[in-house]
């Protein structure tokens, strides 16, 4: 069974930087789309970054330029390097995929449960 397991949360202080990392596990036969969400207190999950096929990364707007997504060669860990974080920064972060795995007919979305980031100012 695939699971998704994050960790790197804790407590940081504005203007800090945290890193974030998704470790998969599980027999996949391979990954579409990986990426980050997160969901403050009374907001919606919201998209932070992604990386699509081929490789292509994308940003929440609220995020460009501070916050950066990157992947191990075989698409199965990812990371969530966070600089520059602000007290809005703080949220629940999940971690999320598309993949394929093992006795699943086709993709579909598998999701963490979740690390939390508290910025303090």
């Known amino acids: 069974q695939v699971q998704l397991v994050e960790s790197g949360g804790g407590v940081v202080q504005s203007g800090g930087s945290a890193r974030l990392s998704c470790v998969t596990s599980?027999?996949?036969?391979?990954?579409?789309?990986m990426g980050w969400y997160r969901q403050a207190p009374g907001n919606q999950r919201e998209l932070v970054a992604n990386i699509t096929r081929p490789n292509t990364a994308a940003y929440a707007d609220s995020v460009k330029g501070r916050f950066t997504i990157s992947r191990t060669t075989n698409r199965r860990t990812w990371y969530l390097q966070m600089n520059g974080l602000r007290p809005e920064d703080t949220a629940v972060y999940y971690c999320?995929?598309?993949?394929?795995?093992?006795?699943?007919?086709?993709?579909?979305?598998?999701w963490g449960q979740g690390t939390q980031v508290t910025v303090s100012s």
């Open positions: 599980g027999t996949i036969f391979d990954v579409n789309t």
């Open positions: 999320h995929a598309n993949l394929w795995a093992r006795g699943e007919p086709n993709y579909r979305d598998y």
